[in-house]
């Protein structure tokens, strides 16, 4: 009863933050307001159902509470490929192409490379996590090195053109990438929640989710697949958010105080879009634009993860 209260709360307050997005400050242009807004909102429920889905996910079969799918190098893969299509094509010629093609693109080529690598890693380094996330790191600081090195010989007007796809925008999203990531982030997100009664399961541990008969390697590899796809749709449709995924999973951990997924699914997911909805009307009427939410979140994340470390530090245990 008490999960099912904080559920409920958590969906008014994600309605109530919804509204007040949507018609503070509209001077009586309330349809051009909402036709403005309404992508941004559309996007901020996308992305924050991504995030919670895809980190939950990740956080089970990589038996950590403090891991994200960022730490194998996601967000700078997404980087190197942005980089390195302008450094061979040029922006002009990127603009002359479909959009639509350019953006499943980018998704597939994140998601053969992301599986790939982390299905690798996990196999071989699930008993050592500091060997998994260390791999994981030398692995983004790889795609940020051959990036950085490709941005410093850019044309100027190139590298401008770069850094405006490079952080997370939700200002810019295209109508018809909703459309698109919509449908695959349902579909997605309904695999997982299908998978979510295995993954409970899992939480027991690798080994004696084997022996109740849970097929380890098939449910590990479906579940990475599903969340590098996540994680790739959302990056390609607004950039990378490394912190948002972090911030709501231990949240909802938090808040539930139960192993089940579909629970944290639905608590994750409403503390992310309240969260993206409140950093959003920070950043346009408390800020008045002089920040981006990009750097909300990575403020937000940073000082909430070194929070949950001092507070472990001191003795303290978080539910598991």
């Excluded at 997404?78 to 499943?104: K, P």
């Excluded at 060997?131 to 007007?157: A, E």
């Excluded at 097929?215 to 599903?226: H, I, P």
Aim: net charge positive.
């Amino acid at each position: 009863m008490t999960r099912k209260l904080t559920h409920i709360t958590l969906g008014l307050a994600a309605l109530a933050a919804c509204a007040l997005f949507m018609t503070y400050q509209t001077y009586g242009n309330l349809d051009f307001t909402i036709a403005l807004r309404g992508k941004k909102m559309v996007a901020f429920i996308l992305v924050g159902i991504a995030c919670s889905f895809s980190t939950i996910s990740f956080q089970t079969l990589s038996q950590n509470k403090l891991l994200t799918p960022n730490i194998l190098g996601i967000d700078s893969f997404y980087v190197l490929i942005q980089t390195l299509s302008i450094f061979v094509f040029g922006s002009q010629s990127l603009s002359r192409a479909t959009s639509i093609w350019d953006f499943l693109l980018t998704i597939a080529l994140m998601m053969s490379l992301s599986t790939y690598l982390s299905f690798t890693l996990l196999k071989k380094f699930k008993q050592n996590l500091f060997l998994f996330l260390m791999i994981g790191m030398i692995l983004g600081t790889f795609f940020n090195n051959v990036s950085s090195f490709m941005q410093v010989i850019l044309d100027p007007n190139e590298y401008d053109h770069l850094q405006g796809k490079l952080f997370a925008s939700f200002s810019n999203v295209k109508p018809d990438h909703l459309t698109i990531a919509a449908i695959l982030i349902a579909l997605i997100c309904l695999f997982l929640w299908r998978l979510a009664p295995q993954l409970d399961v899992l939480h027991l541990g690798n080994d004696h989710a084997i022996n109740l008969g849970i097929d380890l390697k098939r449910l590990q590899l479906m579940t990475l697949f599903a969340i590098t796809a996540l994680v790739g749709i959302s990056t390609a449709l607004v950039g990378p958010t490394s912190f948002l995924g972090f911030i709501v999973a231990n949240i909802a951990y938090q808040l539930m105080k139960t192993y089940r997924h579909k629970s944290l699914f639905l608590a994750g997911s409403l503390i992310a879009i309240l969260l993206l909805i409140l950093g959003e009307f920070l950043v346009e009427h408390i800020f008045s634009f002089n920040t981006t939410l990009n750097v909300i979140i990575e403020f937000t994340g940073g000082c909430y993860f070194i929070g949950q470390i001092l507070y472990e530090r001191n003795g303290n245990k978080r539910w598991k």
